[in-house]
């Protein structure tokens, strides 16, 4: 293969990339059963000898594309799924033609130079406390796990204990407080830290999820780590943190503790002013943040940020001593994270920020919450639940039974209840996802909540726009009617 050979796979790749994004929007949410079965394409044999890298190319295109959640797209709302922004991808391709490895400046001075820019204009644009080290991992679930063995090493150390000598066998305890609408892999990073996954005390949660400040326990002596939540996974609700740091501020000693904040997404309501006063007062009072990128700033995956209000023990958790790791006062990507060799991840960062600028993202979060808010009234005046207050990004919607009437998209018309029994609110509302998912034209997924189930949107694509919402709760409300009806009949 000569040097044009490869210069022109890359042009192929590019030109498919190219064609996928041209017609995303187009594209159902969801990949039809075709398209799924049509990945018996890649059930072949490894080859014994290599095949050319073009028709490889071509066979990722021809059966993969088809194949994918539309989630790059604007009606997408499974999860807490972000798309990308076309500099973000942009920059994305660049730095894989790069081929950077971020671990240290000396392996790449435009990653480490980029790096810096990013930490300073993040802490600018998020308010947080300007001496703050800013580390890249690969998503919200590494970026707390990272804070949380910051933090059990720093309470380990005034404790006396020196956990990254000694381990944890033998080292004095200390409690760990989290609430009880904790995400799940708060519980998984505890695990890792060696903090145990069950060893917790748990603050009952109000109706929105919300850490219930008054039942923080008051019989703890020593530190304590809390680990407190901007932005519930279903309701999008932010703990009450200036409640918290007080209470962990009247606890006894020099230094009672550490409280650690997930904000997977939510930490992004920061940027946008209104929602900052209106959500999230005290949130920059925690000692560590956890956030995603790839999730409301719309970068590719896999993207995760940590903030550490204090860098030193960050650096204590995770420096790797060797002859060739070079100890200076630059900021040494791989002596503060979980990682050695690390994706640039910076540089998609820095095109989304630049290209956003303080007012983009500021509108890319108070966009994403309207459209939310939008969903949510349409499908409330058209008959569904709506079940949670819809303060952010999040709306958990139920079907409830027939008797309480639905209004369609033509208007408001109720149907027919049948003569009997009627479906649950539960087997609606399972019916009705399951409809939305099989009609492909938006995806939306379950959850459960407070023991029901309830169908949950997220709305964190920069290219969901009001259109899109109004689409979205035209195809819920006749999902609905037509679950309904399916139910109903059956019943009959
Ligand atoms: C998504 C999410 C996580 C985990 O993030 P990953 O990027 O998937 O690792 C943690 N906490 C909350 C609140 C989340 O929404």
Partial sequence: MDREDDLDVLRAAAAMAIDYAATVDSRPAAPSPEAVAGLAAFDEPLPEAGLPAQATLRLLHDAGSPATMASAGGRYFGFVIGATLPAALGASWLTDAWD?????????????????????????????PAGCAVTYVTGATMANAACLAAARDELLTRLGWDSQADGLFGAPAFDVVIGEGAHSTVRKSLGLVGLGRSRVHVVPADDQGRMRADALPDDLTGPVLVCAQAGE???????????????????????????????????WALADPTRRDRLAAGLTRADSWATDGHKWLNVTYDCGLAFVRDPAPLRRTFTAAAGYTPAGDTFDAMHHTPQSSQRARQIEV?????????????????????????????????????????V????LVRLEAPSAGLAGTGGRRNL??????????EALTRALIAEIQADGRIWCGPTLWHGQTAMRLSVSSWKTDSDDAAFAADVILTCAARAQARLTSAID
């Fill in 233 to 267: 996974v279903n309701t999008g609700a932010f703990d009450p943190f200036d409640e918290i740091a007080d209470w962990l501020a009247r606890r006894p000693g020099p230094a009672p503790g550490w409280l650690h904040v997930d904000g997977a997404f939510g930490l």
């Fill in 416 to 425: 027919e209840a049948s003569g009997g029994d009627e479906p649950s609110g």
């Fill in 100 to 128: 950077q490895n971020a671990a240290l400046p000396a392996m790449s001075p435009v990653a480490a130079r980029l790096h810096d820019v990013t930490r300073g204009w993040l802490l600018d644009l998020l308010g947080l």
């Fill in 350 to 390: 820095w095109a989304a920020l630049r290209t956003l600028g303080r007012a983009g993202v500021a509108d890319l979060v108070a966009r994403a919450c309207d459209a939310a808010a939008e969903i949510a009234s349409r499908l409330a005046d058209g008959g569904l639940t709506v079940v949670n207050d819809v």
């Fill in 392 to 395: 952010l990004n999040q709306v």
